[in-house]
């Protein structure tokens, strides 16, 4: 079980970077997968994109090319570098983890891109 936090939400404009940490406690966060998803009332719950206990990653379609996950697992932390923002990226990103399946949750941080 760990506990996660997400950081870095905010308000920028279209085209702008911005960049998410998620901060997880417990010790075998370095074996767990991690990743971030995004809501929106409209959409519901979207994958954004993931990276395992080896590094390997996986993206939605949507944000390929433009963001780019990692993690830091001497600082049990994730990482969301989100560039070239757009409008459509408004959302609640929340991050997640687990030893197989994405059973722990943050709270969510607000991104809102203005146009």
């Known amino acids: 079980q760990v506990q996660l936090e997400e950081f870095g939400g905010g308000l920028v404009q279209a085209g702008d970077s911005l960049r998410l940490s998620c901060a997880a406690s417990g010790r075998f966060f370095s074996n767990y997968i991690a990743g971030w998803f995004r809501q929106t009332p409209g959409r519901g719950r979207e994958f954004v994109a993931r990276?395992?206990?080896?590094?390997?990653?996986d993206y939605g379609e949507s944000v390929k090319g433009r963001f780019t996950i990692s993690r830091d697992n001497a600082k049990n932390t994730v990482y969301l570098q989100m560039n070239s923002l757009r409008p459509g990226d408004t959302a609640i990103y929340y991050c997640?983890?687990?030893?197989?399946?994405?059973?722990?949750w943050g709270q969510g941080t607000q991104v809102t891109v203005s146009s």
């Open positions: 990276i395992g206990w080896g590094g390997d990653t």
């Open positions: 997640a983890a687990g030893a197989n399946q994405f059973d722990n």
